[in-house]
């Protein structure tokens, strides 16, 4: 597994590593982007077979699988900080993982995400 371990020190806020898989989507194109492996309201970090670009700023879809209050999708704009491109998981599937600041969220987005860190958390 690829640690972010070297971007811990550069972070305010703990990520919390999430037991279900919440997928994160491309808002225009309607692609996945990844699944979350963790979050904080302030960044995230994703694995998935879309290979993102650094220092890319993208408009996303976070899909719930249940409901949150009125919600299933958290509408976000994120921003690739770093890529680890191009490593094999147990399944032998290529996997790209990208570590992604929260640069514009909703303040019910960002109680959305405490309330999912709280509640999801492993």
């Given amino acids: ?36 492996v963790n979050i904080h309201t302030e960044g995230l970090l994703l694995i998935g077979d879309h290979l993102l670009s650094k220092e890319e700023l993208y408009h996303v879809e976070l899909r719930l699988p249940q409901e949150v209050g009125l919600t299933s999708i958290l509408p976000l704009m994120i921003d690739c900080l770093w890529v680890q491109p191009g490593i094999n998981d147990s399944e032998n599937v290529l996997s790209h993982w990208s570590g992604c600041a929260i640069i514009d969220a909703s ?11 709280a509640r999801l958390a492993v």
């Fill in 1 to 36: 597994m690829i640690s972010d371990e070297g971007n811990h020190n550069k972070r305010k806020l703990e990520r919390v590593t999430i037991a279900e898989p919440l997928m994160v989507y491309d808002a225009l194109s309607q692609q996945p982007l990844g699944r979350i």
């Fill in 107 to 117: 303040i019910e987005t960002q109680a959305t995400i405490a309330h999912l860190m």
